[in-house]
């Protein structure tokens, strides 16, 4: 199996976190959680939307350094803080993300918290690539 980390300039440095933002495994560009930071790991705001927004930012990122885009997405795994509560802020930031079918495969987690207090959404994304040196 080859595996190839994909590190675009414009993410927050992960290093500390021990991850990287996404490997390219057999075919498949795997994202890791994306959260609502700029480059210097700054959160956008404190409000669903805004940290939705710039973490589907962040994935672009990543897409784009591959040579793919949100067109390309297969699967998208989301992890919601208070869902019952923000679920309505962060779909309308999906939907507009992904406004046409085919959609992709999603699954929202509603979760009690992330890494830290500040965080309220994190995005995973699955994406078909060529995985050639």
Known sequence: MTRRVVEPDGLADTTPHHFSPAIVADGTLHVSGQVGTDEQGTYVGR??????????????????????????????TSYVVDIKDN???????????????????????????????????????????????
């Open 87 to 133: 679920y309505e802020a962060f779909h309308a930031v999906y939907r507009e993300v992904f406004p046409t079918e085919p959609f992709p495969c999603h699954t929202a987690i509603g979760v009690e918290s992330l890494a830290s207090e500040t965080p309220l959404v994190e995005l995973e994304v699955d994406v078909p690539v060529d995985d050639g040196p």
């Open 47 to 76: 409000d669903v939307e805004s940290q939705t927004r710039q973490a589907f930012e962040n994935v672009e990122k990543i897409l784009h350094d591959v040579d793919r885009d949100l067109d390309d997405v297969v699967k998208v």
